[in-house]
């Protein structure tokens, strides 16, 4: 009934006035239980900040080279620690290293970017999608300056067909690029227990991390503990904790750097670990 008397705007100034004047069933009091509810459903059913994982609509100018072999999928290693991971799928001919200011001093492992080239004689509209896994020191990379070094594959992925050699000649070009989410499609999210873990100094690397693919920070949790213990950064896209001895098994909580966001893998880790180890998840951010 009060819904039924609400056909004049609250922008008219008689609106109190001819609803309290024609409208039997309203009051002041009712007036602002209704306006109450609302508050109340605002309150409750709009989130409080965006969930979304990182995404930049927006390009940004930088330069890029290439390294390595002119097909190859890039160097082994890196800053990151990644290590062979780099051979296969899904990071085969993805990879890439960058300056100091998307390095982040390790804690930029594992982002994605959608690098594209500008020059229209040899330089295709679509980008490659290029994995952060290590970090390019000096020359086109320093003085604050934002450098892509791919791999080949990756540099020629933005050449027309057929002229990714052409591009490649060019050396260094003119790029934009922009963040986007990392899709590991299939793949949960993985723990590498790195070599010269013990029970008192236990390290991990973190693997196959959807959407803002960074790691702010990480905890663990032992068994039959309610606690989680903070784990300290070593380097790259490595975190360790110093304690114990440790009880497994180990549940493992990490905070994305981009955005915030949290997921806790319960039980990851088994009690019998060993170093040198992958465990996988049941879980991801997509």
């Given amino acids: 009934m009060i819904f039924g008397c609400f056909y004049s705007s609250s922008a008219d100034p008689h609106f109190t006035y001819i609803m309290a004047t024609h409208c039997p069933y309203f009051s002041f009091t009712k007036f602002y239980s209704v306006a109450a509810l609302v508050v109340i459903f605002w309150v409750f059913m709009v989130p409080a900040g965006p969930l979304r994982h990182v995404v930049d609509t927006h390009w940004y100018p930088a330069t890029a080279t290439w390294y390595g072999s002119p097909e190859g999928d890039g160097s082994t290693g890196g800053a990151c620690g990644y290590g062979d991971m780099v051979d296969v799928r899904p990071f085969r001919a993805r990879v890439g290293a960058v300056s100091p200011i998307l390095f982040k001093n390790g804690e930029g ?45 990756a540099f020629g ?18 790029v934009i690029y922009r963040r986007t989410p990392c899709k590991y499609h299939g793949k949960n999210i993985a723990f590498h227990v790195n070599e010269g873990s013990t029970p008192y100094w236990l390290s991990l690397l973190v693997e196959f991390e959807d959407g803002d ?50 997921l806790s893998a319960r039980d990851v880790i088994p009690g019998n670990w060993s170093p040198k180890a992958t465990y996988t998840s049941r879980l991801n951010f997509f």
């Avoid at 982002?111 to 020359?139: F, M, Q």
């Avoid at 992925?157 to 003119?174: E, K, Q, T």
């Fill in 157 to 174: 992925h933005m050449a027309v067909s057929g002229y990714g050699g052409s591009l490649r000649d060019r050396g260094v070009i003119s």
């Fill in 109 to 153: 492992c594992g982002a994605c970017y959608k690098v594209k080239c500008l020059d229209r004689s040899v330089c295709s509209r679509r980008a490659a999608t290029v994995i952060i896994t290590d970090e390019c020191p000096g020359g086109y990379c320093s003085g604050g300056r934002v450098h892509f070094d791919l791999s080949g594959a």
């Fill in 213 to 262: 693919g960074d790691v702010g920070s990480m905890h663990i949790r032992e068994a039959k503990s309610k606690q989680w213990l903070k784990m300290t950064h070593l380097w790259g896209a490595n975190w360790a904790i110093i304690g114990g001895p440790l009880q497994g098994p180990f549940s493992v909580k990490l905070t994305t750097l981009s955005t915030g966001r949290t």
